[in-house]
């Protein structure tokens, strides 16, 4: 079973979206689980503080590396990445969701505050995830999100295995635009390659759809595409 640990202040985030749906469903059928750790239980004074004032000043307070790694070090050890949710990390993709999936599972530690003592990053090898160039008010969301790009990847999860060969990034390409029922909506008809029922065809439109709007919208993954199809 693929197992999920979070350390946060907040266990009562969790399993929050994750008990919903696709995610929900793979829990309560023991493809996945998942264990949430109350950071504050790892603290040692009667007030149970995680938190104290940067040192050299300035705004807000850092989570205590001593207190974060006894917290880390109650979660049974084993050989799954321990990852710290970090607007300095190295942003998530798709592929390394995939990698994640493919493993035994992961260890989350979910930040407060200005984030945590730079000491405790070092000492427990925590890999830095981000999930993009903006600050959340908390890893928690962060942790959630990870997790749904990872359980929905888990053998048996997904309904059909296709869907996720052909979703947005498995090959690099942001996906195709999708159509159903009606067939015309305020005006605007589903293309008529879409309705002609020839698959060779339909597969040629779509790769070509996904190719502009990818070339549109991420000129960085476009790069890397040609890159690859084109190799120097
Ligand atoms: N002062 C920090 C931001 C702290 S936000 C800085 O400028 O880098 C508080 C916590 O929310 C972080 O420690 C992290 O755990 C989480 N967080 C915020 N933004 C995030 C993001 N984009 N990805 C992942 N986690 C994030």
Excluded at 16 to 24: D, K
Aim: charged share 25%; net charge neutral; aromatic share 6%.
């Amino acid at each position: 079973m693929w197992r999920a640990s979070v350390l946060t202040i907040f266990p009562e985030m969790f399993p929050g979206p994750l008990g919903v749906s696709l995610a929900g469903k793979a829990l309560a059928a023991n493809v996945w689980s998942l264990d949430t750790h109350d950071i504050r239980n790892a603290a040692t004074d009667k007030h149970r503080t995680v938190d104290d004032t940067p040192a050299g000043g300035g705004p807000g307070m850092v989570m205590k590396a001593d207190v974060l790694a006894r917290a880390l070090d109650g979660v049974p050890h084993d050989t799954r990445p321990r990852l710290l949710m970090s607007p300095r990390g190295r942003p998530l993709t798709q592929a390394r969701a995939a990698e994640l999936a493919r493993g035994l599972g992961v260890v989350i530690l979910c930040a407060r505050f200005e984030g945590v003592d730079e000491r405790l990053i070092k000492a427990r090898k925590l890999e830095e995830v981000s999930l993009g160039d903006f600050v959340l008010s908390g890893g928690e969301p962060a942790a959630i999100a990870l997790l749904d790009a990872c359980v929905r990847l888990l053998p048996g999860v997904m309904g059909k295995e296709a869907s996720a060969a052909e979703e947005s990034f498995a090959d690099g390409l942001l996906e195709y635009p999708q159509y159903t029922r009606p067939p015309v909506f305020e005006g605007e008809p589903i293309p008529e390659v879409l309705t002609g029922g020839d698959h060779a065809k339909v597969a040629q439109w779509r790769r070509e759809q996904a190719e502009k709007l990818t070339r549109e919208r991420r000129p960085d993954l476009w790069a890397a595409y040609l890159a690859r199809k084109r190799p120097n």
